[in-house]
């Protein structure tokens, strides 16, 4: 059974800063790639960023130049650092690890961003 355990969010002002974090229950290479995902109020859950066992990238336009996604290889941890947050960041954040034709899931980690 593969688990993903998110933390990190919480309540940050504009401008600020998080990380958020994705520990997983086994080897990340394990997964064709990892990833953030998002899901504000009324909203459908949106990409953030991947990650791929080689390290390359992938960011929404919205995050690009303010969001920088990263691993752990050793960890076996997955972060996103969350600069210059703006209030249309808040939503729920969920670690997401695709291998093959499937995805797993954490629990979601709730970011707020409000003065």
């Known amino acids: 059974q593969v688990q993903l355990v998110e933390s990190g969010g919480g309540l940050v002002q504009p401008g600020g800063s998080l990380r958020l974090s994705c520990a997983a229950s086994?080897?990340?290479?394990?997964?064709?790639?990892m990833g953030w995902y998002r899901q504000a109020p009324g909203k459908e859950r949106e990409l953030v960023a991947t990650?791929?066992?080689?390290?390359?990238?992938n960011y929404a336009d919205s995050v690009k130049g303010r969001f920088t996604i990263s691993r752990d290889n050793v960890k076996n941890t997955v972060y996103l650092q969350m600069n210059s947050l703006k209030p249309e960041d808040t939503a729920v954040y969920y670690c997401?690890?695709?291998?093959?034709?499937?995805?797993?899931w954490g629990q979601g980690t709730q970011v707020t961003v409000s003065s």
């Open positions: 990650i791929t066992p080689t390290g390359s990238t």
């Open positions: 997401n690890g695709r291998r093959f034709l499937s995805d797993y």
């Open positions: 086994r080897s990340i290479y394990w997964f064709n790639a």
